[in-house]
């Protein structure tokens, strides 16, 4: 989606997929320069992601990946495990997942709420400014 120019603010949480392929972005090479070319545009495009370290689900290599494929326009964060909610799945013996639902800390000063907190700010930001990023400083 992040081709669309109208897609001003992308937010991935605990991207999984392809889940056979963890390095793998499920996006042609035509399309990733594309969203690469948004990236090293004026229009300073950035991606916000999120996951938790232990997530054998959305794993670091992918995270590595965009890393690599969008530099500085890749603005992630990764939590310990212990973040995430002891109600989720770590109560069924399983790494955290799901950074924004299921495994989420809703209470001031939870790292999952901050994460809440740095989305609505990036999509106020985004969304306020139609899509441009402020100049850096």
Do not use: W
């Amino acid at each position: 989606m992040s081709i669309d120019p109208v897609v001003m603010a992308p937010v991935l949480g605990e991207p999984s997929l392809p889940a056979v392929r963890p390095t793998a972005l499920e996006v042609s090479d035509a399309d990733l320069e594309r969203i690469r070319a948004r990236a090293q545009s004026p229009e300073r495009f950035r991606v916000r992601a999120y996951r938790f370290a232990g997530d054998t689900l959305c794993r670091a290599q992918r995270f590595a990946t965009l890393r690599r494929v969008l530099g500085d326009a890749f603005l992630y964060r990764e939590f310990p495990d212990e973040a995430g909610n002891p109600a989720g799945l770590r109560a069924q013996g399983k790494p955290p997942h799901s950074v924004f639902t299921g495994d989420l800390i809703d209470e001031p000063g939870a790292l999952t709420r901050q994460a809440v907190d740095e989305v609505i700010a990036f999509f106020r930001e985004r969304l306020s400014t139609g899509g441009r990023a402020p100049a850096p400083t």
